[in-house]
Nanobody, 130 residues
Framework: QVQLVESGGGLVQAGGSLRLSCAASGRTVSSYAMAWFRQAPGKEREEREFVAGINWTGLNTYYPDSVKGRFTISRDNAKNTVYLRMNSLKPEDTAVYYC????????????????????WGQGTQVTVSS
């Protein structure tokens, strides 16, 4: 079993920055792609939006257009931790942000659908005021 714990969320003004962390425990996630999703207010779990992913080597990353150029995902396998740096935040970035681990190991590409991820954290709230 893998436990994921997110931290680093909070209230920030538009244009500001935050760095989220996702600490894994239970076993190493170094051989798994990791991703960040977000769930906006009023949305269901099935409507969580993929915002960033990184493959197990750390060499491949993927972002949707909505965050490309503003968000950066990284990983420190020695610390069993994944990060999401968010710059130039907008009010529409307001959501609960979730960290997730791929259900398959050593996958070369980053996958973007909820069903591809087995382990999820409890989420951290990010609120961007205008």
């Amino acid at each position: 079993q893998v436990q994921l714990v997110e931290s680093g969320g909070g209230l920030v003004q538009a244009g500001g920055s935050l760095r989220l962390s996702c600490a894994a425990s239970g076993r190493t996630v170094s051989s798994y792609a990791m991703a960040w999703f977000r769930q906006a207010p009023g949305k269901e779990r099935e409507e969580r939006e993929f915002v960033a992913g990184i493959n197990w080597t750390g060499l491949n990353t993927y972002y949707p257009d909505s965050v490309k150029g503003r968000f950066t995902i990284s990983r420190d396998n020695a610390k069993n931790t994944v990060y999401l740096r968010m710059n130039s935040l907008k009010p529409e970035d307001t959501a609960v942000y979730y960290c997730a681990a791929d259900r398959l190991s050593f996958r070369r590409q980053v996958v973007v659908t909820i069903d591809d991820y087995t382990y999820w954290g409890q989420g951290t709230q990010v609120t961007v005021s205008s």
